[in-house]
């Protein structure tokens, strides 16, 4: 089981800047836990995982912020260093550490008006149609074959087939 936590700023922010909110995956499972963080495509939805942050402003419901259609459709080859094992009760941030990157939809939005906002965050491993396969995860070029690509499929089908939705933070801009 995996819990997928969103940390938001402690009181006002301010308009023209964008707010500080942190991510953290822990395993909440009784047996080790194989994940990847936040890679290249996975923002946007062009490989496994998917990692779907919105920020939509409160009162109107309006999104505001999502991410941005890729610009290339390649992505950078899935690596066994991107993938790690969490230990049950471990914790650790998807967005830090080799190979991970921020999310551009979080750390890119600033409110151009006053008012509330929720950040909210969708980590998909199986993708929206269930029929994901561990080839979906390795990317779209330089791709590893015969034993390395066996080896990394193999670590692949070590991850849960999940869709978790984390609980939304809500930001205020003045």
Known sequence: MIDL?????????PLGHPATVRVRLRN?????LWIAGVLDGSE?????PRY?????????????GSPVPAEDPLVAPLR??????????ESWDPTSGPGCLPLMTFAHFIARQSGRYRYA??????????????ADWLGG???PAGTAR?????????VPRTRVVADPVEVDFH
């Open 5 to 13: 936590v969103l940390y938001g700023p402690s009181g006002p922010q």
């Open 28 to 32: 909440a499972g009784d047996r080790d």
């Open 44 to 48: 946007n939805g062009l490989r496994l």
């Open 52 to 64: 779907r942050p919105t920020v939509t402003r409160l009162g109107d419901g309006v999104v505001v």
């Open 80 to 89: 066994p260093a991107d993938l790690r094992a969490l230990a049950p009760g």
């Open 121 to 134: 965050l969708t980590l998909d491993t199986e993708a929206d149609t269930g029929a994901a396969r561990p």
């Open 141 to 143: 070029f330089g791709l």
């Open 150 to 158: 066996e080896e990394l499929l193999a670590l692949v089908a070590r």
